[in-house]
């Protein structure tokens, strides 16, 4: 029997409910993130040392702020992102309502990886919940730290048929990047420690493009360096790949940044900066291809887990101007009705 079916059939009966649709719950389920933030502060820091060694500085800069910034954002704006958007109508459409719904999807499960377990979790999970969701979490199996804190202390702060939290535990990520350390030549770091699950910051030179480390997601502190002879193979070299999550370039040259901006496709863009767009959740981050799918941060997590509803609304008693569009066709209605149709906007509402 699927130890998850109870949980999973409880979810759906309370969205189908409709308790998590409205502006009052969500803003309700927001307000209890951004507590568990504010009170656990100290907890997911030492967490978050202890799983990946990050200083408290670094915890709050690359987790913690972000997460903070995205559940304040949504607090401010979910009235705005939650009205029906009004579209541009055709004089058929001249008298209707025509106008974009934003509905929640439903039941959701967001997976985090263990390289930003905190951030990578909260941010979609904020989206979610602005979006009138419920949700399944699961954190990282690795980061055993921070899934603790997820697990034990933040269902406390949300109305449990919204959050249920996982676990799978495992070491495999650990040994498959100690296998990518044979790869090429050490030129920094290389260094682990397996009862600690730790890997050295290292530098890999020499490798060559067929080699482990080049054909698959790294998610490790590993970097191969590749020599290429000019800009146009560096950009050959990407575009014969499938599109990457990230692609970051960086050169004295505006001109070389422009290029590879221009000539090549990836889910986030940055030219000599590394992560700061994390920062911006007026920037959306998400993949494309097979880097991913959906975007998130800011409202593009809150329409990620929406669904953009079309709707149409004909007040009664105008079939007799409706008339003209049914059949028999003849040669002057055909005119009409194409003209009607036409790309005439009418901002009638």
Known sequence: MDPYADTLRRLREAFSTGRTRP?????????????????????????????????????????????????????????????????????????????????????????????????????????????????????????????????????????????????????????????????????????????????APTVLVDVQETEPVMQEEIFGPILPIMNVRSLDEAIDFINRREKPLALYAFSNSNQVVTQMLDRTSSGIFGGNQGFTHLSLPSLPLGGVGNSGMGRYHGKFSFDTFSHHRASVLSPSGLEKLHEFLYPPYTHLRQQLIGWALGSHSCTLL
């Open 23 to 199: 502006a009052e719950f969500r803003a309700a389920q927001l307000k209890g993130l951004r507590r568990f933030l504010q009170e656990n502060r100290q907890l997911l820091q030492e967490a978050l040392a202890q799983d990946l060694h990050k200083s408290v500085f670094e915890a709050e800069v690359s987790e913690l702020i972000i997460c903070q910034n995205e559940v304040d954002l949504a607090l401010q704006k979910l009235h705005t992102w939650m009205k029906d958007e009004y579209v541009a109508k055709n004089l058929v459409l001249s008298l209707d309502s025509a106008f974009i719904r934003k509905e929640p999807l439903g039941l959701v499960l967001v997976i985090a990886p263990w390289n930003y377990p905190v951030h990578l979790i909260l941010v979609p999970l904020v989206g979610a919940l602005a979006a009138g969701n419920c949700v399944v979490l699961k954190p990282s199996e690795l980061s055993k730290g921070t899934e603790k804190v997820l697990a034990e202390v933040l269902p406390r702060y949300l109305d449990q048929s919204c959050p249920s939290l996982g676990r799978i535990i495992s070491d495999k990520h650990f040994q498959r990047l100690r296998g990518l350390l044979g790869c090429g030549r050490v030129a920094i770091g290389g260094q682990s420690d397996e009862s600690e699950r730790y890997i």
